[in-house]
């Protein structure tokens, strides 16, 4: 399976390098549409190795940008187009400009849409104290689930990163699916570690067919080989285990 992370969909000018205009959206959608699956589809089989390379595509937006919902929810959520997302809150920046209200938050909860944690304040959780790192965690978790009503299980790391520390950290929480940055299939062997293909402006339609047609193509043969004689999830195991 394969799994897709969005930041921000809009046409205003000046945006950074994770904000995608609405028409290369479309042509990334026009691309995988018929291979999307929802959330609870994914969560139901992300651990067996039959759906490890059967193309099915996954949406996650990270940050709790306002176009996740005024556009993944409003507008292609509600006409039908996907059939759900992942969206990944940062709690202290809810309510600033150009991110989510709570309010809007909760009715995408309400409608089906899986809430996840980002952490508080969208900082490099390597770098905290063990205090600092535990408030991130938690606190970002408890907050999620005193406004939405729902539990929330699913953690994506600020910028990708992540130590063993960390990871540990995330676990002890509660959260049981932990989602990073990083090229490739999502592998039912990397145990509560999902991989995602963070999306930039740079990303157009060819380099996404064929991120589609062969999502490991840009991983290296070092990274190749090591996958197929099993050392790959070895040094998985052995680092966070």
Excluded at 124 to 136: F, G, I, K, P
Excluded at 150 to 159: E, I, N, Q, R, T
Excluded at 200 to 211: E, K, L, V
Aim: proline residues 3%.
């Amino acid at each position: 399976m394969i799994i897709l992370n969005y930041h921000e969909i809009s046409d205003e000018p000046g945006r950074d390098r994770w904000t995608v205009s609405s028409s290369r959206f479309k042509s990334h959608l026009d691309l995988f549409r018929d291979r999307l699956i929802s959330p609870e589809t994914f969560l139901n089989h992300c651990h067996s190795r039959n759906h490890d390379k059967d193309g099915r595509v996954l949406l996650t937006f990270d940050d709790g940008r306002l176009s996740d919902y005024t556009v993944a929810f409003e507008e292609y959520f509600g006409s039908g187009e996907i059939p759900g997302f992942m969206s990944f809150i940062p709690t202290d920046l809810v309510g600033k400009p150009g991110h989510m209200n709570w309010q809007m938050i909760k009715e995408l909860a309400s409608h089906g849409i899986t809430v996840g944690s980002h952490g508080l304040a969208h900082v490099d959780l390597t770098a905290l104290s063990d205090v600092d790192l535990e408030n991130e965690v938690r606190t970002s978790k408890s907050v999620l689930e005193d406004k939405t009503g729902s539990s929330v299980k699913l953690f994506a790391f600020p910028f990708g990163r992540f130590d063993k520390r960390v990871w540990n950290a995330a676990l002890a929480a509660g959260y049981t699916h932990l989602f990073t940055i990083q090229l490739g299939h999502h592998r039912s062997f990397e145990t509560f570690l999902y991989s995602r293909l963070c999306i930039t402006t740079s990303i157009d339609s060819n380099y996404m067919a064929r991120h589609l047609a062969n999502p490991d193509e840009y991983r290296g043969m070092a990274w190749r080989m090591s996958n197929r004689l099993g050392i790959y999830r070895l040094l998985m195991r052995l680092r966070y285990h």
